[in-house]
């Protein structure tokens, strides 16, 4: 009889969860497994083992990034052979601090988030009800501010985000940020907000800044992710 590891059909959500919200990975061993179908009783697959031997050799999250990517339909496979309670499952254990009940479709937002994640650049067609901006402070005063094109490489840069009151209350939303040139996810994450005070996230990457072009966005915790803002920063300098 053969099996899927349980790593394999939640990595997208809790071992990728992980890289998410704190960008590290698990080092743990899968204790669970899900049995396939008697049609798909085959030996391991290369693609199986070279996921396995990624993850056990602890590689760093741009190469777990990179794999991700090359094998996104077999990703899109995995959530589709996933029910939707293992998938809110995942959920929780990628998030444990986030309420998820307002994702009523649990595999509809995985997908959305798998493609978010493998296509990490702002979209200039997306339909946006709100305004980002990236500055060097986490005081804001709701006007437009240029973003910072020089910084130090390990200076926190801090993403505001107003809706503009288009959007119904909420407590929690995801952002994400990325390097605009490589498309790499550099953090993704949920969100708490309140409607009371200013919001921010702030951020430095953790190998430091680079010169480049970087993208910010806000999304709604739905099953569609539904984008609220955008920005995008270019960095410069390197202040030494």
């Known amino acids: 009889m053969n099996y899927i590891p349980c790593f394999l059909i939640g990595f997208v959500f809790f071992c990728l969860g992980y890289l998410i919200s704190d960008f590290r990975h698990s080092t743990g061993t899968a204790s669970e497994v899900t049995v396939i179908s008697d049609a798909q009783k085959t030996t391991k697959s290369n693609r199986e083992q070279e996921w396995e031997k990624l993850f056990q050799q602890n590689s760093s999250a741009a190469d777990i990034q990179k794999q991700l990517k090359s094998q996104k339909a077999y990703a899109k496979e995995l959530i589709a052979m996933t029910s939707s309670e293992q998938i809110g499952h995942y959920l929780d254990r990628a ?122 966005k806000y999304y709604q915790m739905n099953n569609q992710m539904t984008p609220i803002a955008q920005t995008s920063f270019h960095i410069k300098e390197i202040i030494h």
Do not use: C
């Not at 809706?163 to 040139?181: A, E, H, I």
């Open 95 to 216: 998030f444990p601090d986030y309420d998820m009940s307002d994702i009523q479709n649990k595999r509809q937002f995985a997908l959305r988030f798998l493609e978010e994640w493998t296509n990490a650049k702002n979209n200039m067609e997306d339909e946006l009800k709100g305004v980002a901006y990236v500055t060097l402070h986490e005081g804001w005063n709701g006007h437009p501010e240029a973003a910072p094109e020089a910084v130090y490489e390990r200076q926190q840069l801090y993403a505001h985000f107003d809706t503009l009151g288009k959007f119904p209350n909420t407590t929690q939303v995801m952002v994400r940020w990325s390097n605009q040139t490589t498309q790499d996810v550099l953090l993704f994450t949920p969100q708490h907000i309140n409607g009371s005070s200013q919001n921010w996230v702030s951020f430095t990457p953790i190998e430091g800044w680079r010169p480049g072009h970087y993208d910010v």
